[in-house]
Structure formats: C-alpha cells, structure tokens
C-alpha cells in the first residue's frame, strides 16, 4: 500500500523569504503522479502543483518549485518570495498511474508573517 | 476558482437527527468524490463515484451513504447522526485523467 508522508505539522516562514516544505512516500511502482495541495482558511482545496513520476525535470509554477527525488522517494515543495496569502495548509499527496483516488500526507501548517 | 459548490458550510445538530451534505459541480464532471478530515489529520476517500448510478466506497469505512442521480450532484446522507460522526467532509470532482477540484468542504458537528 502506499503511504505519504510529511513530518513537519507547522512551518512558519517570514514574508519574501523561502521556506521548503517535507514530503516522503512510500510505493512499490514506477508510474504515479505527485502533488501539492494548498487549503487555506477558507478550505477549499487547490492544487498547487504536480510532478510526473516519469519526468525527471521539476515541476515549477511561478513561485512554488518542487524537489522530486525518485530513488529517494521525496518530494518537497519550495515556495519563494513568500507572501501572506501562503499562510495555509499543505497537502502532500500520491495517485498511482492507473487509479485516480488519491492518498494525502498528513498536511503542515504554513504560517507566513510579515 | 472551481465551479464545485458544498451545502451547507458549517453544521451544528444533534445526536439521531438525519442529515443530507449536498455538493455539486456545474463542470460536467463525471468523477466525484467524498473525502472525511478530522482535525490536523490527513483525508480520508470514504465515497467515490465514476458516473450515474455508480457509487463505491472509499478507503475509509464510513456509515454515511451517497447517491449520484445527476451527473452535476452527488449528496451525502447520515441517517442517524452521532458525535463520532463530527468531522470535516470535504467533496471533490474530475474529468476523466484530469486533477480534482474540491469544494470549501461543510464542517460538521454532531451534539
């Protein structure tokens, strides 16, 4: 079975500097897709960003890059230039090639302050 | 912002009361999905459905039932609610291969 892992419950980090967020996984295949999940305040889960097990080049999405280490299995999220409106929860999560449930890490939360 | 609605947002009721989450997407999603977040915990797929008339149960076992009637509405439904059943419910839909949308989720609690 697979499991996700995120062994950081709270980061915080100060507006416009960098901050990585922890991600490992446990799973016997090679095709799958890895993703970020951010749920602020408001709860509504949005995607941040995704990363293609088969792709070696990290995913990028303006200021949110990811680490993607296959061998290792690790997947941490950078976030540059931090803002407030980062402040959220952020969810690690794995789907298998073949399938489309998901499995969720158990989430950090991100406090940003000015 | 995704077009995927939950009802209602927060819920307060008391013990043995049925109660019906409703959530829909305007998307034409065929795929949905119920997930449970208890408190700084991880989710929990505990209903998921493929199209009309077509629901399973997820990983988590959950005494909640689910119906998909209509493509665009996929509603949860306690028949007797109970504190263990005080949670976070948080719906979700996707096209085919594509990523998933999540509602704002409907906080429950069960007095």
């Known amino acids: 079975a697979q499991t996700v892992t995120q062994s950081q419950p709270e980061m915080s980090v100060q507006e416009a500097e960098t901050v990585t967020l922890s991600c490992t996984y446990d799973?016997?295949?090679?095709?799958?897709?890895l993703f970020w999940y951010k749920q602020p305040p408001s709860r509504q889960m949005i995607l941040v960003i995704r990363q293609e097990a088969y792709k070696q080049q990290n995913a990028t999405e303006n200021r949110f890059s990811v680490n993607f280490q296959k061998a290792a299995k690790s997947f941490s999220l950078k976030i540059s230039d931090s803002q407030l409106g980062d402040t959220a929860m952020y969810f690690c999560?794995?789907?298998?090639?073949?399938?489309?449930?998901?499995?969720f890490g158990t989430g950090t939360r991100l406090q940003v302050f000015p | 912002e995704a077009d995927i609605y939950q009802t209602p947002r927060y819920l307060v009721i008391g013990t043995g009361k049925k109660i019906t989450l409703e959530c829909s997407q305007t998307m034409g999603h065929d795929k949905m999905y119920w997930y449970q977040q208890d408190p700084g915990m991880e989710l929990h797929l505990i209903h998921y459905?493929?199209?009309?008339?077509?629901?399973e149960k997820g990983d988590l076992s959950s005494e909640s039932t689910v119906s998909r009637i209509r493509t665009e509405h996929f509603p949860l439904t306690l028949e007797s609610a109970r504190p263990s059943h005080t949670s976070q419910y948080l719906c979700a839909s996707k096209l085919g291969g594509s990523e998933a949308f999540f509602g704002q989720g409907t906080r429950l609690t069960v007095v």
């Open positions: 799973t016997s295949e090679n095709n799958y897709y």
């Open positions: 459905s493929y199209g009309v008339n077509s629901t």
């Open positions: 999560a794995f789907r298998s090639y073949n399938t489309d449930k998901l499995i």
